[in-house]
């Protein structure tokens, strides 16, 4: 971290952004689908925001990738934006997008299985297993019609894409360590988000998600909402969250993770009439409560952005 310490109302408003920004995506997304193929809409988000941010950070002068760089970027894009953000897509289809931000809060888990089984980075204690057993029981509690919480269980096909994209998330983040990418944490990001962009794109294509499609059907609350996750979800957000990263610890930076679905779970409710009955309550403790413990670990990985995952590279 830097030795000087920018002002205290800059940080507080890097932390407010990320909070919010990141929390509220979730209802952002959920406008989109709703109207549009989910991952038409992801493409047009993530190319647009990587054609941009790409751009900005050429224009500063940082060196492109190199054609190594360029595969690694390819490759992970592939994973974070089309298997991990594809999913979500098309989960808050089905899912309601408080729920979804829930379900992503499970990322932690996931990443402190990778740090034990692939990495050996972290070791398996008793609350490290006790915390991963109380995220995966979340889970179930949303998903299992078993339990009487006077209400409906969330769609299982939608909450099992949303759990391969914790995975992929996870996935993700051990290639992050592995393949060569830019010393730039920006022009690692924006080419990522490019690749991916571009992938999500073809992704379309090939699904049939153009045809029969007219930008005049597009309401302009979508067209607010697409906007709303160009700027303020995947750059403004992000830069706060770079800024936050080189001024505070990784711990502090990380109390996103229980914050965002939080948010995104209030926001849906007052704003985009999902219900919240004591299934989702539940099963939101259950997550949070495993989130809290892992991250606050002696050895925990930094989860990733509960939304814009693709920064946290």
Do not use: C
């Amino acid at each position: 971290m830097h030795s000087s310490r920018p002002p205290r109302w800059q940080t507080l408003l890097a932390f407010a952004i990320i909070y919010f920004v990141w929390g509220s995506t979730f209802l952002a997304i959920r406008i989109g689908v709703r109207v549009m193929p989910p991952i038409l809409f992801a493409s047009m988000r993530f190319l647009t925001a990587g054609i941009l941010l790409y751009a900005w950070v050429r224009l500063k002068g940082t060196p492109a990738p190199s054609r190594r760089e360029w595969a690694s970027a390819i490759i992970i894009g592939f994973v974070i934006f089309v298997v991990d953000y594809g999913f979500v897509f098309w989960a808050e289809s089905r899912v309601p997008s408080g729920i979804a931000a829930v379900m992503l809060a499970t990322i932690p888990v996931f990443m402190a299985l990778s740090e034990i089984i692939f990495l050996r980075t972290q070791k398996l204690t008793l609350r490290l297993a006790l915390a991963m057993l109380a995220g995966l029981a979340g889970v179930v509690v949303l998903v299992n019609p078993s339990f009487g919480f006077g209400q409906e269980p969330i769609d299982k096909l939608g909450a099992g894409a949303l759990v391969i994209s914790a995975i992929s998330w996870a996935v993700g983040t051990i290639l992050t360590r592995k393949l060569p990418l830019p010393e730039s944490k920006v022009m690692s990001a924006s080419a990522q988000m490019l690749a991916g962009g571009i992938m999500l794109t073809l992704t379309a294509t090939l699904l049939g998600d153009f045809k029969g499609f007219s930008v005049r059907a597009i309401s302009p609350r979508v067209w607010i909402a697409l906007v709303y996750l160009i700027f303020a979800g995947s750059i403004i957000a992000y830069t706060a969250y770079v800024w936050l990263i080189h001024h505070e610890s990784p711990t502090k930076v990380g109390t996103y993770a229980y914050v965002n679905p939080v948010i995104a779970v209030l926001l849906g409710y007052f704003f985009g009439g999902e219900p919240l009955g004591g299934r989702t309550v539940a099963g939101t403790l259950l997550v949070l409560v495993s989130v809290v413990v892992i991250t606050t670990a002696g050895k925990a990985a930094v989860p990733r952005p509960v939304e814009d995952a693709e920064f946290a590279d």
